[in-house]
């Protein structure tokens, strides 16, 4: 409970797979009360049950699965939504909400490279929320939006930023295998994917190497600054079904001793208003030690699928480090994302 009542939101996009995990996970939710669901016109008007195939695992929370699916018109019952819409809609929908005054947190990227609309992961940008200053002024809306970076992008400037602010970064080469419920339901075909891997998808290697660019970067006189990095992605997609590994080479202005960057990982919080967040967990990054880890399936559901588990930190002969990381790309690099971003512009005042 925050205050003495929870505060009303909605789900736009609630029938999707990503809709679905926020219904799940916003459930009994302390801060947090479902008032409505929203979905296309196809969906709009019927019971959420029949509206949703249900894809994830467990079933629909009973009272979500009476509720009226409502149209996506900015009239409902709450004062935040949780956007799990495609792109192409997010970019029309979304304004119109902010414009009626609700925030809006974002899993889409219509709005991720907008100067004035925050990318944010809590732990690593928490002060970019100051660019809803510029973005009510600029844009004349009592609302908001926030928006939360690509899956991928999360598990690896998680793991970057606490060695940024040690050792200076300068340079990362990034390779995913991304699994496969990142690509949406009904997702790859199976005799696509089965016994293969898949060396391309469509946009999402630009979407890291910018992304990584404004996580790292810095808000100055309410604009947002790039980081000075470079960095260097390749995407692939495997027989995996959640759990996104990454392996990374990185060089920095200063070169760290193994134990230096194992430290500076293991030692990661996050600021004060973060740790204290209901979704927060206590070690955002975990560091494994075994030779053979970490592994998706046996680490993506690290403290409640919050965490960036790393691994396999050791030195690099072409730049300074090495390391793999795996984080829950539907969890932490989706609708737990939102919802902890959603968390804290509770915590800063943004939304009461």
Same mark, same amino acid.
């Given at each position: 409970?925050?205050?003495?009542?929870?505060?009303?939101?909605?789900?736009?996009?609630?029938?999707?797979?990503?809709?679905?995990?926020?219904?799940?996970?916003?459930?009994?939710?302390?801060?947090?009360?479902?008032?409505?669901?929203?979905?296309?016109?196809?969906?709009?008007?019927?019971?959420?049950?029949?509206?949703?195939?249900?894809?994830?695992?467990?079933?629909?929370?009973?009272?979500?699965?009476?509720?009226?699916?409502?149209?996506?018109?900015?009239?409902?019952?709450?004062?935040?939504?949780?956007?799990?819409?495609?792109?192409?809609?997010?970019?029309?929908?979304?304004?119109?909400?902010?414009?009626?005054?609700?925030?809006?947190?974002?899993?889409?990227?219509?709005?991720?490279?907008?100067?004035?609309?925050?990318?944010?992961?809590?732990?690593?940008?928490?002060?970019?929320?100051?660019?809803?200053?510029?973005?009510?002024?600029?844009?004349?809306?009592?609302?908001?939006?926030?928006?939360?970076?690509?899956?991928?992008?999360?598990?690896?400037?998680?793991?970057?930023?606490?060695?940024?602010?040690?050792?200076?970064? /300068?340079?990362?080469? +990034?390779?995913?295998?991304? !699994? %496969?419920?990142? =690509?949406?339901?009904?997702?790859?075909?199976? @005799? $696509?994917?089965?016994?293969?891997?898949?060396?391309?998808?469509?946009?999402?290697?630009?979407?890291?190497?910018?992304?990584?660019?404004?996580?790292?970067?810095?808000?100055?006189?309410?604009?947002?600054?790039?980081?000075?990095?470079?960095?260097?992605?390749?995407?692939?997609?495997?027989?995996?079904?959640?759990?996104?590994?990454?392996?990374?080479?990185?060089?920095?202005?200063?070169?760290?001793?193994?134990?230096?960057?194992?430290?500076?990982?293991?030692?990661?919080?996050?600021?004060?208003?973060?740790?204290?967040?209901?979704?927060?967990?206590?070690?955002?990054?975990?560091?494994?030690?075994?030779?053979?880890?970490?592994?998706?399936? /046996?680490?993506?559901? +690290?403290?409640?699928?919050? !965490? %960036?588990?790393? =691994?396999?930190?050791?030195?690099?002969?072409? @730049? $300074?480090?090495?390391?793999?990381?795996?984080?829950?790309?539907?969890?932490?690099?989706?609708?737990?994302?939102?919802?902890?971003?959603?968390?804290?512009?509770?915590?800063?005042?943004?939304?009461?």
């Amino acid at each position: 409970m925050y205050g003495n009542a929870k505060i009303p939101v909605a789900v736009l996009g609630a029938t999707g797979a990503v809709g679905q995990r926020f219904v799940q996970l916003l459930t009994d939710h302390p801060w947090f009360e479902i008032v409505a669901l929203a979905a296309s016109e196809r969906s709009a008007g019927r019971p959420y049950a029949d509206a949703c195939n249900w894809v994830i695992p467990g079933d629909p929370p009973p009272f979500a699965s009476e509720m009226i699916v409502s149209s996506l018109e900015p009239v409902l019952p709450a004062r935040l939504v949780f956007s799990a819409l495609p792109a192409s809609v997010a970019r029309e929908v979304e304004p119109l909400f902010a414009q009626a005054g609700y925030a809006v947190c974002s899993n889409a990227s219509a709005f991720r490279y907008e100067p004035d609309v925050p990318l944010v992961i809590p732990e690593v940008n928490a002060d970019h929320l100051a660019l809803i200053e510029r973005q009510r002024a600029e844009r004349g809306w009592p609302g908001l939006i926030v928006t939360s970076p690509n899956c991928t992008t999360t598990g690896i400037a998680m793991p970057l930023k606490p060695l940024d602010v040690a050792f200076g970064l /300068r340079q990362v080469f +990034a390779t995913s295998m991304q !699994a %496969v419920s990142g =690509g949406g339901y009904p997702g790859v075909a199976s @005799l $696509d994917i089965l016994g293969n891997v898949l060396p391309y998808i469509g946009g999402e290697e630009e979407k890291i190497e910018r992304e990584m660019r404004l996580l790292l970067g810095r808000v100055a006189d309410g604009r947002r600054v790039e980081a000075e990095v470079v960095v260097s992605a390749q995407a692939n997609r495997v027989p995996v079904l959640d759990g996104h590994t990454i392996c990374l080479s990185v060089g920095f202005e200063k070169r760290p001793m193994v134990e230096e960057a194992i430290a500076a990982l293991a030692g990661f919080r996050g600021p004060d208003v973060v740790r204290k967040l209901p979704s927060a967990p206590e070690h955002p990054i975990l560091v494994r030690r075994e030779p053979d880890r970490p592994q998706p399936r /046996r680490d993506r559901d +690290a403290e409640g699928g919050m !965490a %960036v588990t790393v =691994g396999r930190v050791r030195e690099c002969p072409l @730049l $300074d480090l090495r390391l793999v990381s795996v984080s829950h790309n539907t969890l932490r690099g989706a609708a737990s994302g939102s919802i902890l971003n959603a968390e804290l512009l509770v915590a800063e005042g943004y939304v009461k």
